[in-house]
């Protein structure tokens, strides 16, 4: 796309449900996406497994992160570039995160791009309903940490994306999109779905889809929209013009969701 970037974010679920049938959904939903940059939550990589490269073969470079859990368990960043930099970050913030259930760190990689220097951040806090004041937490240590590596550069821009696991009107995301303060900072991150599609719910972990009951029984809470793409701003708004904003993985492939997740994508280019 001359001028712009299409940036992508998706929870894999790792190798719940039919994997074979799902691993067909997620090639295809990806083969038609042409993204530029991915940040994919719940990927197994192990010595037997690597379920990022199943997906999208040896077109793309691929991350993973180095902390995972002893099934494999972790966060991966797919890009059309080599990175410049990769960084990670521990996000075990408190007693109850546990390193065997959940990785607890996030990723960040420096592309160049066609839009100068992009810092691409994959966060993934914990995912416990109770576990708000984790992610809370979580939210603040990623905004100080990204503060840390842009360095008040003002070439730079940041994208945050990841399965955040927490909705809209939660303290984590309201930081992170400049509705409040905690632990003595604010930042501004312009959420795509509400600047895109104002108003549409976007629910991105539902009963629309069924996979999200076949192993654990996830319909006792309401449709929710956790998962998030969000571009860094100034002192006017997001450093990205931001095109468009879609729900990725909500069609069905072969009569299966590639995931228990739907995804989210966005076009991004310059502001002119």
């Given at each position: 796309?001359?001028?712009?970037?299409?940036?992508?974010?998706?929870?894999?679920?790792?190798?719940?449900?039919?994997?074979?049938?799902?691993?067909?959904?997620?090639?295809?939903?990806?083969?038609?996406?042409?993204?530029?940059?991915?940040?994919?939550?719940?990927?197994?990589?192990?010595?037997?497994?690597?379920?990022?490269?199943?997906?999208?073969?040896?077109?793309?470079?691929?991350?993973?992160?180095?902390?995972?859990?002893?099934?494999?368990?972790?966060?991966?960043?797919?890009?059309?570039?080599?990175?410049?930099?990769?960084?990670?970050?521990?996000?075990?913030?408190?007693?109850?995160?546990?390193?065997?259930?959940?990785?607890?760190?996030?990723?960040?990689?420096?592309?160049?791009?066609?839009?100068?220097?992009?810092?691409?951040?994959?966060?993934?806090?914990?995912?416990?309903?109770?576990?708000?004041?984790?992610?809370?937490?979580?939210?603040?240590?990623?905004?100080?940490?990204?503060?840390?590596?842009?360095?008040?550069?003002?070439?730079?821009?940041?994208?945050?994306?990841?399965?955040?696991?927490?909705?809209?009107?939660?303290?984590?995301?309201?930081?992170?999109?400049?509705?409040?303060?905690?632990?003595?900072?604010?930042?501004?991150?312009?959420?795509?779905?509400?600047?895109?599609?104002?108003?549409?719910s976007g629910h991105t972990f539902t009963l629309d889809n069924p996979l999200i009951v076949m192993e654990a029984d996830w319909a006792r809470i309401p449709p929710r929209r956790i998962d998030y793409l969000m571009v860094r701003c100034d002192d006017r708004g997001p450093t990205l013009r931001i095109h468009s904003a879609d729900r990725l993985a909500d069609q069905l492939v072969d009569?299966?969701?590639?995931?228990?997740?739907?995804?989210?994508?966005?076009?991004?280019?310059?502001?002119?």
């Amino acid at each position: 796309m001359d001028g712009k970037i299409r940036v992508a974010t998706l929870n894999v679920w790792g190798r719940h449900g039919d994997w074979t049938t799902r691993r067909r959904a997620l090639r295809e939903c990806f083969r038609s996406l042409h993204p530029d940059l991915v940040a994919l939550q719940e990927t197994i990589v192990d010595g037997t497994c690597d379920q990022v490269r199943e997906i999208f073969g040896e077109d793309y470079h691929v991350l993973h992160q180095g902390r995972r859990t002893p099934v494999g368990l972790g966060c991966s960043i797919v890009s059309r570039w080599a990175p410049d930099r990769v960084e990670e970050i521990d996000l075990v913030v408190t007693g109850r995160v546990d390193a065997h259930d959940f990785p607890g760190r996030s990723t960040a990689a420096e592309f160049a791009t066609e839009l100068g220097p992009v810092l691409f951040v994959n966060h993934k806090p914990n995912w416990q309903v109770g576990y708000e004041r984790e992610r809370e937490l979580q939210a603040l240590e990623v905004a100080r940490w990204i503060e840390r590596l842009v360095e008040d550069r003002d070439d730079v821009h940041v994208v945050l994306g990841g399965d955040f696991d927490a909705r809209p009107e939660t303290a984590s995301v309201r930081f992170l999109t400049g509705r409040q303060s905690l632990g003595g900072l604010s930042v501004s991150y312009q959420d795509v779905w509400e600047f895109a599609r104002p108003g549409e719910s976007g629910h991105t972990f539902t009963l629309d889809n069924p996979l999200i009951v076949m192993e654990a029984d996830w319909a006792r809470i309401p449709p929710r929209r956790i998962d998030y793409l969000m571009v860094r701003c100034d002192d006017r708004g997001p450093t990205l013009r931001i095109h468009s904003a879609d729900r990725l993985a909500d069609q069905l492939v072969d009569g299966t969701f590639g995931s228990d997740h739907f995804g989210v994508t966005a076009d991004l280019g310059p502001v002119d």
